[in-house]
């Protein structure tokens, strides 16, 4: 019997959820001190755990790939959540933008150890050049009254392949002043050592983020217009393609490195607690902060109605692609940071059918509920390996199968029993926003003498 | 009867020759209207007359097949809804439009949006100047609510209210907008008779604190007469009378639009 096993893996589950509690209550202290201090405790107390200390480890290599896995998956479901629980937008494309983030930092790292800064040079320009061309085109096209989304998104396309093909050429022009330094696999120059590969892990994961928002900012733009079924039906649509796009990528695409169907091997397994932890954390503050502000209320007000938003002054279309981009903005960190622990990406992972997971820890966490999906995330996951343990053990190579019996029908109750998600609108000390005590009012200005 | 008492003030909303088909039915045709600053103006009409849809078109959600909507001299038609918010124009709905799952209070706060005062910056890096505007904005939220005595429900989820609660909520979110023109789409619907008469001492109380041009769609003729200077009539998409609630009351045309052909008197 695994039965150990399994109240291990309940433990695991119970000591996680206390330590994002305990995480989220420490930083909604007042104190700025005592915030830092929290996140360094946090960061300290897994990184021990993960720490070899004669010959103990409380965190085996399973648990700290579960953990990695977790701290991805939270930044995607985040993502998804900004835009379906919070905006309102059904997207099922978020797995694509995954996709994109985990495969562009990948090429920029596996580039880069294999002596070629074309990677990091072209997504670098690109990032740079691609913002500043697409933010110049929205300041200019706010002088004109009207223009249709397809004229501009055209506008926008033109402008982001000139920025792309510009990239590519200072890419090209400038990579040989670089590659000296870069040396070769087998003897890595002084621009390889571990500290600069992990600066340009973190530079990597950047700009896979960057270059997802901007996809998703050419994607959104004309496909926002539609309804929200439409819409979703779309995103997934997007889906497939960037799947098929990496199933091909060595043949359609000038990518031979990603090795198309075969899958990319020989990433640079660059991920550590601490890179995890970072993105992991300034995904989650950027939202809590974007979600506590006036932003934040507006995408909420464009959820539930739109036309009374646009009454209030909010621009409903602006809205929603902001929403879209932050979010696969989030996607593509998340991605960027799975494929540096994973060091294999397969086009298999980046499956349409993969893609409902966030979504379906979106909703089992509940929609528009922070906490929710942070919690759901880190159940999800090591749930799901813990039973996979657990029945391997009992039935050999059929276990993967009745897992994707048992684990819907668990989906199945829990949403019978908790239609809103496991916690509902419930939200945890750092992610419930400021708070303040209205003072209570006299109503000094009665309007209403004639009512008596 | 276009020309009127305090002619010499400015003109806030100039709608000209507004005319709207859906397909080949003409909602509104040929629709002329003035507000002058301050004013209070009605707009009523039987059931389909067009009224909704002029209040559409003034606020950008339809666009007019032609005619031209000058608010304080500016052109709005063609320009996007939250853009002539912005400027100064302020709805209501008729079937309440609140944001249901949110409460009373983020409602409210909702519309201080485009007047925030504070950057995405400022809110992603939680600057000095957030917390500043943040409070402040919610201290005059606070103060809108009070106002329509709302203040103690603050939290409360606005689906929760009763009806004439939910009316007051859409009322101050309006407000909250900070408008110089505000279009009220039938307040009065669904409301008992001492709710209709704190209502009127309401709009009248929130014309002259907001200095508030006021422009009212309204089925309660209570209300209409009770409180606007000047009433516009639609029928079928057209204006069929203007005047002072005295000389509609008078009109033979406007009783035959409610009652139709061969009666007399208004009831």
Known sequence: ????????????????????????????????????????????????????????????????????????????????????????QFSLGQWGFYGIGAYAAADITYRWINGDARGLLVLGFGALLGTLVLIGINKWLQRFRGIPVLSSFTLYLIGALIAGV?????????NPLITPFLGTAGEPGPLNTPAAQQVIYFLSVILAGIFAAQISFLFGLPVLTLGSDYFG????????????????????????????????????????????????????????NLIHSSTGRSLVAVREDEVAAKAMGIDVAGAKLFAFVVGSFFAGLGGAVYAHYIGFLSPGTFDFLAGFNPLIIVVFGGLGSMTGTITATFGWIFFLEGMLRVLLSQMGTEAPTWRFVLYPITLLLLM??????????VEWGFLKGPEFTPVPRSHPEPAHESAA | METKPNGNEPSVLEIRGLTKFFGGLAAVRNFDLTLKQGELVGLIGPNGAGKTTVFNMITGLYVPTSGEIYFNGTNIVGLEPHEITRMGIARTFQNIRLFPNLTVLDNVRIAYHPHCGYTLTDGLLRTPRFSVKEKELTEQALDFLSIFQLDRIYNEVAKNL??????????????ACNPKLLLLDEPAAGMNPREIIELMDLIHFIRERFDLTILLIEHQMRVVMGICEWITVMDFGQVIARGTPKEIQENPLVIEAYLGKGVTHAA
């Open chain 1, 1 to 88: 019997m695994e039965l150990g096993f399994l109240l291990g893996s309940l433990v695991k589950i119970i000591a996680i959820m206390a330590y994002l509690y305990g995480l989220m209550w420490v930083l909604a202290r007042p104190s700025i001190w005592i915030k830092i201090a929290g996140l360094i405790g946090a960061f300290a107390v897994v990184q021990l755990a993960l720490t070899d200390i004669n010959g103990f480890r409380l965190l085996n290599n399973f648990d700290n790939g579960l953990l990695f896995q977790a701290c991805a998956m939270t930044m995607v479901a985040l993502g998804l959540n900004l835009i379906y629980g919070f905006n309102g």
């Open chain 2, 162 to 175: 009763p009806y004439g609660e939910q009316r007051r909520v859409e009322i101050a979110r309006a407000l």
């Open chain 1, 416 to 425: 019978l029993i908790r239609p809103q998600g496991l916690l509902g609108s």
């Open chain 1, 233 to 288: 039906i779309a995103t997934l649509g997007f889906t497939i393609v960037v799947n098929t796009l990496m199933v091909n990528s060595d043949t359609i695409l000038p990518f031979p490195e990603m090795k198309g169907g075969r899958g990319m091997i020989g990433i640079p397994k660059l991920t550590t607690w601490f890179s995890a932890f970072f993105f992991m954390m300034l995904v989650i503050i950027i939202m809590r």
């Open chain 1, 166 to 174: 510009t990239a590519v050429y200072l890419g090209n022009q400038l």
